[in-house]
């Protein structure tokens, strides 16, 4: 059989897409919900951490959804540039931590989001 049977690359960004966006609501929608709480425990503000989690969460429907993906995307690659920054800087954290989360998770969404940015995220999409 021929191997190429199987490429398909629109398929692949939007499965790659659809896991990105079941992340993001995933660890967005607690942030709306429990915004003191989690700002307490992020050493963050209430508003901060509601508005990561609005970001989160809206950019997580759009690429679920496939709207305004590149957008989504770019948003989220921000937000996860700040993350790695926040668990370097602030918390001292290491790529690979044994005792904490270190920022590799973080690292492969930064990519993830990237590679749907400079793809546009394939065309399965509500929105082409």
Do not use: C
Request: hydrophobic share 55%; no cysteine.
């Amino acid at each position: 059989m021929d191997p190429s049977v199987f490429l398909n690359a629109n398929l692949g960004l939007l499965i790659l897409r659809l896991a990105v966006a079941i992340i993001f609501l995933y660890h967005g929608l607690p942030k709306l919900m429990k915004a003191g709480m989690m700002g307490q425990m992020m050493g963050m503000s209430g508003g901060e951490v509601f508005m990561l989690g609005m970001i989160e969460a809206l950019s997580g429907i759009g690429l679920l959804l496939g709207i305004y993906i590149q957008l989504a995307s770019i948003l989220l690659s921000i937000v996860m540039v700040g993350a790695i920054y926040f668990k370097m800087t602030k918390w001292k954290t290491r790529f690979s931590a044994m005792d904490k989360t270190g920022w590799e998770f973080d690292f492969i969404l930064l990519a993830s989001n990237l590679a749907i940015f400079f793809t546009g995220g394939g065309y399965y999409r509500l929105i082409q």
